[in-house]
């Protein structure tokens, strides 16, 4: 019983002198410090979460699209076909109170974005239908099949 009571972290009593409060603050940092390593786990779990999702890309392939991208778009190239433009009144109704330069870097980014997720679900695909292909185990040994060779440099 003695080790709860050294657990508590925080007691009142009622006295005839007033209210009477006790605080342990070794309890209190034990308290603080699991909570604290509780929140760095939490956030390195969604990170890890934000990664195994996007697999087969990274996040910093997708500061490298969209800053080709842009970089496009300001050098006088349209890669994306006439979008970003038709993108633009959206993106300015939602940011009404900003320039019309900004609104079309927004609208730039999110291109790239699109275009990074649909990398993504692209890689996803042939991934998983290229990994379906086993005739190779049960190939004989000696000359590889040219099948094979093309799935092998595909993979």
Wanted: charged fraction near 20%; hydrophobic fraction near 50%; include cysteine.
């Amino acid at each position: 019983m003695a080790e709860a009571h050294s657990a508590v972290a925080f007691s009142f009593s009622v006295t005839p002198e007033g209210l009477d409060v006790k605080l342990n603050h070794e309890a209190l940092k034990a308290v603080w410090r699991s909570g604290f390593r509780s929140a760095k786990k939490r956030v390195g779990r969604m990170q890890n979460q934000f990664k195994n999702g996007t697999y087969p890309a990274t996040p910093t392939s997708w500061l490298f699209i969209a800053t080709i991208v842009l970089a496009l778009k300001i050098g006088g190239f349209d890669p994306s076909l006439g979008l970003i433009e038709s993108q633009d009144k959206y993106v300015a109704a939602v940011f009404t109170d900003q320039s019309p330069a900004i609104v079309h870097y927004i609208s730039c980014v999110l291109f790239a974005t699109y275009l990074w997720l649909a990398k993504i679900i692209i890689i996803k695909w042939s991934l998983r239908v290229l990994l379906r292909y086993h005739k190779w185990m049960y190939e004989a040994r000696g000359p590889i099949s040219l099948k094979t060779k093309i799935w092998i440099v595909s993979v």
